[in-house]
Structure formats: C-alpha cells, structure tokens
Nanobody
Framework: VQLQASGGGLVQAGGSLRLSCAAS????????VAWFRQAPEKEREFVAH????????YYEDSVKGRFIITKDSANNMGYLQMNNLKPEDTGVYYC?????????????WGQGTQVTVSS
C-alpha cells in the first residue's frame, strides 16, 4: 500500500488542523492506521493509532483529548483531527498502515506533511 499524508499548514496555538492519509494499492480495510511526527532534530515519535476496524484507538499522552484519529476504509482514507494545537505539536507528520499486531511498516513511510504551530 502507498500512503500520502496531506493537510498540514501554519496555524496559531489553539487552532485546529485535519490531516488526511490517502492510501492506494491493496485494500485498506484490513490495515490499522497510525500517525507519527518528527520535530526538528528529534526522533520520529508515535502520535496515534486506530485498529483495522476502527474499534480501538490509542494516543500518545500529550495529544489525548486534543487529537482524534479516524479511518474511512470505504474510501481508503485515514484522518487525524488536531484541536487545541500547541507549539510543541510542530513537526512533519507521517501516516503509516500495517496489518496484524504491527502499527507500522518501514516500507510504508510516505511523504509527510508539515505542521507548524506558532505561539
């Protein structure tokens, strides 16, 4: 499956953005979707995951209550709604997809989308 993240931009602290993850290739329905981000000079870190059927979601502690991950298997899309954004949310956001117990695959990293939150 090929993945493309989009929807990033520049926003003031307290604002919102909705990131999209478009999947092409194999049927997306059996894949869980995850979002990761990488701030300048930092390691890539986990942000959120949704199971293949949408029944379970997981969030990194700092985004709990502010971010919502969803998945639209019928349209091969994943989303990350980001509310009450903070400057520390700044970074390049990547989506990934995997089946089974894995939350990402190294060959599924696509081009990320830049999110910049100004104070």
């Amino acid at each position: 499956v090929q993945l493309q993240a989009s929807g990033g931009g520049l926003v003031q602290a307290g604002g919102s953005l909705r990131l999209s993850c478009a999947a092409s290739g194999r049927a997306f329905g059996s894949y869980g979707v995850a979002w990761f981000r990488q701030a300048p000079e930092k390691e890539r870190e986990f942000v959120a995951h949704i199971s293949w059927n949408g029944a379970d979601t997981y969030y990194e502690d700092s985004v709990k209550g502010r971010f919502i991950i969803t998945k639209d298997s019928a349209n091969n899309m994943g989303y990350l709604q980001m509310n009450n954004l903070k400057p520390e949310d700044t970074g390049v956001y990547y989506c990934n997809a995997a089946t089974g117990s894995s939350w990402y695959r190294n060959d599924h990293w696509g081009q990320g989308t830049q999110v910049t939150v100004s104070s």
